[in-house]
């Protein structure tokens, strides 16, 4: 119940995660920052605690079918919260979605458009009229047969097949195949079938040829292994696959990423021929609205859609009375009032067709809350989630607009940040901390901004108030430099990049201006394709490469590059998929701490290895949940859900392995420590203690060693890449690539980070970051400005120099926010 005459949601004895038996009131119907360092608790009070207690009381009122179907995140440990409204949860989006998955199904826009489409488009003389779902590349009804809605093509041909046609199949002619027993599985089966695997390929007929690389055929005979001195191999069935029939299937069935980039080498992808690339049906492109197809409406920019809609609804509003033409302007006023709110939120460049992979996690924010904005409700709670993450300063403005337009409509914000632009907007801060993990959790202050200044335990309170000008320092000199010429991708269109090495450079810009494109794509791949190295990551999901490999980067032409020896980028992509990969295994410490686990008197005398103390071995771990440490219950009616496992009770491991002790602790016990904890408790251990040492300059020290990988965000698994780096030896000229590593850092999260990085360059190295950071651009050696607006309003230099030359350009919208960074002249 919300007693009106208390305006305040008040929390009592809230535990949830680190939080610290924490009480707190905050008011209603205004705008709450919660604040604190990285994993000091504010998560787990607005999200954990505040938000999920909203939800599960909502959830009471529905039907337990229904609860089913409704993604839950669990009762919060809490004593009792009171005075709380309906809550909706805008959180920072991890993950990649599907690649069909774009701007118009996330808005909801492209819903509109098709019905537009379909009830007011002009069709060909003679057709009928179609669904909404004609005009749907996602839908049986409207995705074009050639490339099933995907608008591209995969073609496998005899030269993609076998690159070198003067080897024999013996000697790996066909180098799409796979290796190790299934490749010489597959050579087998063609000596049965009677062909020559000796000879050239360019040898053999034609026809052979043919057969081989392109058969659907699968026969199945029995083959007689070349036995070896001292070999036993018995005869075997086996069935032949025709080498396009595999490339294909690992294409369309292979979980696996690297065997799908593996594979990808093999195959032409190019635009479907028949949809040309627009995904849809001839039928479905053959209807019109404003002389356009809905391929052509949907690849405008926004800005530009919302003009051509504006003037075809004017235009059939004085056409008459039809029922068509009521119809599409009524449809066309509520699309253009709904796009109007995404341009005023700044994301005017996007087009509804543009996929979601390739938006930041800033951009799906700013397209859900431009949903909210034209819901309509009030007396809501917002939780929104660092909406300012990935924002340039110019762009957060228009956002600080629209959060006082939600309050204003009487709802409240309950808003997570990092920026203290923002923070110093608000009518109630709470600072939760002081620092992170168990030394965090308390509440530090409650109150309105001005009264954070009194408390000095809190690590916020100079970055909220001391807003004197950063000391000032010599720039460094470039040892040379890395020029890229006639680039042009996206939006960037002829760019000629000079990229100085053996410093510091931060490309900035406005959202959508260009700087992923020209550092995370070009840059990267062509320094990539100069190394002859894979990229040191793997796409987030099977689909999100979809859009990485549109252009080739033998299209730049490049200049310098014999002074890079190595290259390492370090983004926010998830460290692992599955809460068996976590902090101690990737980074590689892990396996130090299971042999020293091994070496114990008592693992020696039961005949222990290091493999014993691994929840991933089967001898080991706890039978029951098999070393996840939790089960997964099953419910009549309601979602299923994870619980420990009640055999370890979450410890993963069986409890033979668990009596085995190193000073005291259980493998488990081990896992279950911090990373300062750790490096307290394994300090006689060199390698461990390095690795702890290096986690814990890059302001990580509160993340558990056992912590899955699934609970870390974008920022911390950057962090972790980045420590692992830096605990491996120095070798030649590195050159580190990071976009917005400051992403969901408090301040002092991001002064730990700079200096890491820093270090790298004094080290002889050179690091590009794609950076909105004002402190972090005014502390660089080199600047390039993109812009100076976005989409095909960007896409050009507009200013390079040292941030002081940089911050004097009138044309860049980064110069007016840099100038209050840097030192007075």
Not at 37 to 46: D, E, N, P, R
Not at 145 to 169: A, F, K, M, N, Q
Request: one cysteine or more.
């Amino acid at each position: 119940m919300i007693d009106e005459a208390d305006p305040y949601v008040r929390v009592r004895g809230a535990r949830e995660h680190n939080l610290r038996n924490v009480d707190v009131g905050v008011p209603r119907d205004a705008l709450v920052v919660f604040t604190g360092v990285s994993g000091s608790g504010k998560s787990s009070l607005a999200f954990g605690t505040i938000y999920a207690e909203a939800q599960r009381r909502y959830l009471e009122s529905v039907a337990p079918y229904a609860r089913r179907l409704i993604q839950q995140v669990g009762a919060p440990v809490v004593d009792e919260i009171s005075g709380l409204p309906p809550a909706v949860a805008l959180q920072q989006s991890r993950g990649a979605p599907s690649s069909r998955s774009t701007v118009g199904t996330v808005t909801t826009l492209s819903n509109s458009l098709r019905m537009l489409f379909s009830r007011a488009g002009s069709y060909p003389d003679g057709a009928e009229r179609l669904d909404s779902d004609a005009f749907s590349p996602n839908t049986a009804a409207g995705a074009c047969p050639e490339c099933s809605g995907l608008g591209r093509v995969h073609l496998v041909t005899e030269d993609t097949l076998v690159p070198d046609p003067s080897l024999s199949i013996r000697d790996g002619a066909i180098a799409a195949w796979p290796g190790a027993w299934y490749g010489k599985n597959l050579r087998d089966i063609l000596v049965e079938l009677g062909h020559d695997i000796d000879r050239p390929w360019r040898d053999l007929p034609q026809e052979q040829r043919d057969w081989i690389l392109f058969t659907d055929e699968q026969p199945e005979v029995t083959v007689h292994p070349v036995r070896g001195p001292g070999q036993v191999q018995r005869d075997y069935q086996g069935r032949y696959t025709g080498a396009r029939a595999y490339v294909l299937h690992t294409l369309a069935n292979s979980k696996s990423p690297t065997m799908r980039q593996r594979v990808l080498r093999f195959v032409q992808t190019s635009t479907c021929p028949v949809c040309s690339g627009s995904r849809l049906r001839p039928e479905s492109l053959a209807v019109t609205f404003a002389g356009k197809d809905i391929a052509e409406l949907a690849g405008l920019p926004l800005t530009s859609l919302v003009e051509t809609l504006r003037e075809a609804a004017q235009t059939a509003a004085s056409a008459g009375s039809r029922e068509s033409t009521d119809v599409a302007v009524r449809i066309a006023a509520d699309l253009v009032a709904r796009i109007e709110v995404l341009t005023g939120l700044g994301l005017g460049y996007l087009s509804l067709d543009r996929t979601t992979p390739t938006l930041s996690p800033g951009e799906l924010q700013r397209l859900r809350i431009a949903t909210q904005l034209r819901s309509g409700l009030f007396g809501v709670v917002y939780v929104l989630d660092e909406p300012s993450a990935g924002l340039h300063p110019a762009d957060a403005e228009p956002l600080l607009d629209v959060l006082d337009r939600l309050r204003a409509a009487g709802n409240s914000l309950f808003v997570i940040e990092h920026d203290m632009a923002l923070a110093r907007r608000a009518d109630w801060l709470v600072d939760v901390g002081p620092h992170a993990g168990e030394r965090g959790g308390r509440v530090l202050y409650s109150g309105p901004v001005a009264g954070l200044a009194e408390v000095e335990e809190s690590v916020t309170r100079r970055f909220l108030f001391d807003r004197e000008r950063p000391v000032d320092r010599t720039r460094r000199q470039p040892t040379g430099h890395l020029r890229l010429h006639g680039i042009d991708r996206h939006n960037l269109r002829d760019v000629d990049v000079h990229l100085p090495l053996g410093v510091f450079t931060a490309v900035t810009g406005v959202s959508g201006s260009g700087k992923s494109t020209l550092v995370s794509q070009v840059l990267t791949d062509v320094v990539t394709e100069w190394l002859g190295t894979p990229k040191t990551d793997e796409p987030a999901d099977d689909e999100a490469d979809d859009d990485a490999t549109d252009v080739p980067a033998t299209d730049v032409r490049a200049e310098g590059l014999e002074a890079v020896d190595r290259l390492v980028r370090v983004d926010q992509k998830a460290i692992g998929r599955t809460p068996r990969s976590n902090l101690a295994t990737y980074t590689g410490l892990f396996d130090a701490v299971r042999k020293v686990f091994a070496e114990t008197e008592e693992a020696r005398a039961r005949g222990y290895t290091a493999g014993r103390f691994s929840f991933n071995v089967a001898e080991g771990r706890c039978p029951t949940c098999q070393g996840e440490g939790f089960v997964t219950v099953e419910l009549l009616f309601l979602p299923g859900t994870y619980s420990p496992c009640p055999t370890c009770s979450g410890a993963r491991y069986d409890p033979e392995t668990l009596e085995v002790t190193y000073r005291g602790k259980n493998i488990a016990e081990v896992l279950d420590l911090t990373v300062e904890g750790a490096a307290e408790f394994l300090a006689e251990l060199p390698a461990v203690a390095n690795s702890l040492r290096v986690l814990q300059e890059v302001g990580l020290g509160y993340l558990r060693l056992g912590q899955p990988a699934t609970e870390l965000s974008g920022g911390e698994a950057q962090r972790v890449k980045l420590a692992s780096e830096l605990q491996r030896a120095r070798r030649g000229h590195t050159l580190y690539v990071l976009d917005e590593p400051t992403t969901g850092l408090h301040p002092a999260d991001v002064e730990l980070l700079m200096r890491q990085l820093h270090q790298l360059v004094d080290a002889g190295n050179t690091v590009v970051v794609v950076e909105h950071d004002m402190d972090v651009v005014a502390g660089a050696d080199w600047v390039i400005d993109l812009g100076p607006g976005a989409g095909d309003h960007g896409g050009r230099i507009v200013a390079v120099g040292t941030p002081e030359q940089v911050a004097t350009v009138a044309e860049s919208q980064t110069a007016r926010f840099l100038v209050s960074r840097l030192p007075a002249s």
